[in-house]
């Protein structure tokens, strides 16, 4: 249960900061369309590139973390 509430004060405190201190970090950002957020990497590489090199930037980071912790994974996750 500490877990939890850690994580949720965690999330909280981190939005809050970022409303305060990003201009450029929407309110209601998941639910934005990323051509309609102003961002450096996509008015130099353009939506599509600069979607495919996150994503494939967040799979290289993701998937050795999974690999190293494949043991137990699903227990982990869902009981700490």
Request: charged share 10%.
């Amino acid at each position: 249960m500490a877990l939890i509430g850690s994580a949720l004060l965690g999330n909280v405190s981190h939005v809050l900061i970022d409303i305060v201190t990003h201009k450029h970090s929407p309110l209601f950002w998941p639910f934005i369309m990323p051509k309609d957020m102003v961002s450096p990497v996509v008015s130099y590489l353009g939506l599509q590139i600069a979607s495919i090199l996150s994503h494939a930037i967040l799979a290289v980071l993701f998937l050795p973390l999974l690999f190293l912790n494949r043991r137990n994974l699903f227990e982990r996750l869902l009981v700490g």
